[in-house]
């Protein structure tokens, strides 16, 4: 069943007044920086840290995989968000400094058909992402995820289906889940897949659940009734307000699993105090 207005408004407000909801920034923290990927192509991406990081390194970080626009202004949010939660946050770059925004709908055809059509180099310039930020000051290196938008939560998929093993965890926002390449060797990274319920087919899931299973992956998948492509970001038409806030509360669960900062024990209390009630059914039994 599709979530009402009211039980939209009530998830909403149960998030804030549990102090979860970031919504977007007041203002923009980024840095500017220029890397290259293996072949020496030129990128440019940008970094937010948080303000504890000026007192020392050590920090988890997430790089931003940014959807089929180049790096605008909405990733450069997102990477401030998660500043904002205390991890080092890297929007990158896929398509390259000269492409860096992209606002003809013809040329963003032809660059997300380029890089979803070779895996080999999507996947290339997202590692070359990774790498430059385990070299960051505030940065501990072991302690690194990925997560993407549209465009870029295809190359998340396509980062775990490719066998990749240099980060703690993946997570892909509506992403696109068909046409993904087969699973190749064992999934590593714990793989989170997060996408509107009006969005991917049913198929679709299916065929994603029994690759990621072939490949031993750990994963996880939740899907947002009624919803449809892009829930998150906030100048779509398509945005909504619930999935957005339920959909990064799940990424931030996640990530504090994955990185080690929640532990699970069991939830079995060591005693209890309950009392016995007696009641009946309308049949009086």
């Known amino acids: 069943m599709k979530p009402t207005i009211f039980t939209k408004l009530l998830g909403f407000l ?9 919504g977007q920034p007041a203002e923009i923290k980024v840095t500017t920086v220029n890397y290259t990927d293996i072949d020496e192509f030129l990128l440019q991406g940008y970094k937010s840290v948080p303000d504890a990081a000026t007192s020392g390194g050590g920090f988890p970080a997430v790089v931003v995989l940014p959807d089929w626009d180049g790096v605008y202004t909405y990733e450069q949010q997102r990477a401030t968000m998660l500043a904002d939660m205390g991890y080092v946050g890297f929007a990158a770059d896929i398509y390259g400094i000269n492409d860096h925004i992209v ?27 990774v790498n430059l930020v385990k070299t960051f000051d505030e940065v501990d290196p072991e302690k690194v995820a990925i997560i993407g938008y549209c465009f870029g939560g295809t190359g998340v998929l396509d980062y775990a289906l490719t066998g ?36 991917d087919t049913s198929t679709d899931i299916i065929d994603l659940e029994d690759t990621l299973s072939a490949a031993n992956g750990t994963w996880e998948i939740t899907r947002y009734s009624g919803i449809e492509h892009g829930f998150t970001v906030f100048s779509s038409n ?28 069991g939830n079995q209390p060591n005693a209890f105090d309950v009392t016995g009630v007696d009641y009946t059914d309308v049949d009086g039994t």
């Open 164 to 199: 990749q093993d240099d980060v703690s965890a993946l997570v892909s926002f509506h992403g696109g889940l068909s046409m993904l390449p087969d699973a190749g060797p064992e999934i590593v990274p714990k793989l989170l897949v997060l996408s509107g319920g009006s969005d």
């Open 14 to 22: 149960f998030l804030q007044l549990s102090g979860i909801i970031q």
């Open 238 to 265: 398509a945005y909504d307000t619930w999935a957005d806030e339920r959909s990064w509360e799940s990424m931030s669960t996640f990530l504090s699993e994955a990185f080690g900062i929640t532990e699970y024990s």
């Open 103 to 129: 606002e003809d709908f013809g040329r963003k055809v032809e660059l997300a058909t380029l890089y979803r059509s070779n895996v080999t180099l999507f996947v290339q310039r997202i590692k070359a992402a």
